[in-house]
């Protein structure tokens, strides 16, 4: 299966942060980053491969790029200031949370091989989004892999 996130309303430039950018994080590696995107982008999407099974809770979710703490299943989309020599340096994260997808969109994304994430990435007051992002602030839909 894939996970694609489909990004809209980047904050654009932000002075206070500088060159704002945003990525997702790998997996127990924060310096290791999918395809950073600037802040003032029009959009952003990634997709990540990943592996389903099935437990006695539900549908799991594995992946170098699914994070996996406390039994909580999440994407980080760590935000962060690329220097002149293009180093990221990140300040805040949001942690997409895969474990509140509904079952049905889950078993869906998991038969068809597609989960998508839709989510806007400015927070109220202008800024990155930060923080756990659950629905309805990110909605989650299946489709086909293609």
Excluded at 98 to 121: E, F, I, K, M, Q
């Amino acid at each position: 299966m894939r996970i694609r996130i489909d990004a809209v309303d980047l904050p654009g430039t932000v002075p206070a942060y500088g060159n704002l950018h945003v990525a997702v994080q790998r997996r127990d590696r924060p310096g290791e980053l999918l395809d950073p995107q600037p802040g003032d982008a029009p959009s952003a999407t990634w997709t990540l491969e990943c592996t389903t099974s099935t437990s006695p809770t539900g549908i799991e979710i594995k992946g170098p790029y699914v994070q996996d703490r406390l039994g909580r299943r999440f994407v980080y989309l760590s935000w962060g200031t690329v220097d002149e020599s293009g180093v990221f340096t990140m300040f805040r994260r949001a942690k997409l949370m895969l474990d509140v997808t509904p079952a049905d969109v889950l078993a869906a994304a998991a038969r068809d091989g597609l989960l998508v994430g839709r989510l806007g990435l400015t927070d109220p007051r202008g800024g990155p989004l930060c923080a756990r992002v659950e629905p309805p602030h990110i909605t989650w839909t299946a489709g086909h892999a293609g």
